[in-house]
Every structure is written in structure tokens, then in C-alpha cells.
């Protein structure tokens, strides 16, 4: 079992940035594959970002391409998303999660681990 703990979230402006971390304890980390998702108010969970076990492979959503980065650190058990130049469009809550399989997914329903999520706040 993995437990997942995000942190990092807060209130920006406009055309900053926010770092968010996820520490996992539990079984092996670097047996996981991590997606970052988020959940704005009335909308469905929607994909950021994934990065491979490794952290050789990354994939984004077109939407934060260019601006978000996901990185890992397999000894410290800790995934990161860098966010810059952050839109209002970006408020949510944050997510991240942990899946098993070989492959790097977009679909939450591949994701069996979770963590609580991060308030995001981009203020215009």
C-alpha cells in the first residue's frame, strides 16, 4: 500500500509560480508510475501530467504543456509539479497518484493510490 501526501498549494497571482510535492511511504516508490490531476469546482477530474517509474517519460496535458514540469525523486519517495506562469484557468485542487502498471496512463481510473489534494488559487 502507498499513502500519498500533497503539499505546496496556496494562493499566487497571475504569471507566477507554485511548486507542489507529493511524499509517498509505503511499498517501493520507484514501482510507480505518478500522475498529477486536478478538480475545479463542478468539473469532472481532469489529467495534468505523468512521469514515468524511471522518470525518463513524461506526458502532459496540452493545456499546462510548456508551463508545468514533473519530476521524481525515487530516493527521497517524492514527486514534484513545478508550475509557471500560472492562468485562473489552473484553479483547482490538486492530486496526485500512484499506479502500477508498466505504462504511464491519463485515465484517473488507472490511478489506485491517491493522496488528499492541494488547493490551487490563481488570482487575476
Known amino acids: 500500500q502507498v499513502q500519498l501526501v500533497e503539499s505546496g498549494g496556496g494562493l499566487v497571482q497571475a504569471g507566477g509560480s507554485l511548486k507542489l510535492s507529493c511524499a509517498a511511504s509505503g511499498r517501493t516508490f520507484s514501482s510507480y508510475a505518478m500522475g498529477w490531476f486536478r478538480q475545479a469546482p463542478g468539473k469532472e477530474r481532469a489529467f495534468v501530467g505523468t512521469i514515468s517509474r524511471s522518470g525518463s517519460y513524461t506526458d502532459y496535458a496540452d493545456s499546462v504543456k510548456g508551463r508545468f514540469t514533473i519530476s521524481r525523486d525515487n530516493a527521497k519517495n517524492t514527486v514534484w509539479l513545478q508550475m509557471n506562469s500560472l492562468k485562473p484557468e489552473d484553479t483547482a485542487v490538486y492530486y496526485c497518484?500512484?499506479?502500477?502498471?508498466?505504462?504511464?496512463?491519463?485515465?484517473?481510473?488507472?490511478?489506485?493510490?491517491w493522496g488528499q489534494g492541494t488547493q490551487v488559487t490563481v488570482s487575476s
Open positions: 497518484a500512484a499506479e502500477s502498471s508498466l505504462l504511464t496512463s491519463r485515465n484517473p481510473a488507472a490511478y489506485f493510490y
